[in-house]
């Protein structure tokens, strides 16, 4: 079945550092995969987005490269911040005509980034 | 910008009462779905519904579960006799089309319930 794997939290930076979280996927059909971040209290929201393979989603700073080779959805960005402090959750939608979409989810992985 | 909006924030309740959540999707949106994220956990997928039916279902919504769009614009989900482990953030979410997702659901801002 589909599935997605995200690194385990928390991860805890300092402001400024370099920010990797790893996710990679397993699915059926040609799925389109995406980041969603919560922050402290608030519900979920889409971070960024990739429809089809090499298809690179970025926003607010934040990238990942869909890699059908490697099956990955990695969240990187260059540059945190103390704003950055978050769940992120890894996602995909597997269509196959007919399907409802449901998004399944990562296990989440908590930022924390420190001044 | 449209949004989907979710009542109550929060809700406390006893273990076997009845609880509904409501929800409303975007207007113009065709499926409406429920996830939950019990706390410190993942979000899960709950169910679906199109065209005034449940599209597909996970093996948590069992028969204490049930949905509704009474109306045209709610969309409620039922726990009939709610059990500790219902405890949880329960989120709407809505899209406007069929196909591949192409563009994000749309997701409310939840309900924390809390089953005592």
């Known amino acids: 079945g589909n599935s997605v794997t995200q690194m385990e939290g928390p991860v805890t930076l300092s402001e400024e550092a370099f920010l990797t979280i790893n996710c990679t996927y397993t699915?059926?059909?040609?799925?389109?995969l995406f980041w969603y971040v919560q922050y402290p209290g608030e519900g979920l929201q889409l971070l960024l987005k990739?429809?089809?393979?090499?298809d690179k989603g970025s926003n607010k700073g934040f990238e990942a490269t869909y890699r059908k080779e490697t099956t990955s959805f990695h969240l990187e960005k260059g540059s945190v911040q103390v704003s950055d402090s978050a769940v992120y959750f890894c996602?995909?939608?597997?269509?196959?005509?007919?399907?409802?979409?449901?998004?399944?989810f990562g296990t989440g992985t908590l930022l924390a980034v420190q001044p | 910008e449209p949004e989907v909006t979710q009542t109550p924030s929060h809700q406390v309740t006893q273990m076997g009462q009845e609880v509904i959540l409501r929800c409303v999707p975007i207007?113009?949106?065709?499926?409406f779905y429920w996830y939950r994220q019990i706390l410190g956990q993942k979000v899960e997928f709950l169910v679906s519904?199109?065209?005034?039916?449940?599209?597909?279902k996970s093996e948590i919504f069992d028969d204490q579960f049930s949905v509704e769009r009474p109306d045209g614009s709610n969309f409620t989900l039922k726990i009939r006799s709610t059990k500790l482990e219902d405890s949880a953030m329960y989120f709407c979410?809505?899209?406007?089309?069929?196909?591949?997702?192409?563009?994000?659901?749309?997701f409310g801002p939840g309900t924390r319930l809390l089953v005592l």
């Open positions: 996602a995909l939608s597997d269509w196959i005509g007919g399907a409802t979409n449901k998004l399944i």
């Open positions: 699915a059926t059909g040609y799925p389109s």
């Open positions: 990739a429809t089809k393979a090499d």
């Open positions: 207007s113009n949106h065709l499926y």
């Open positions: 519904f199109y065209n005034n039916e449940i599209s597909e």
């Open positions: 979410a809505s899209y406007p089309d069929s196909g591949p997702l192409q563009e994000t659901q749309y």
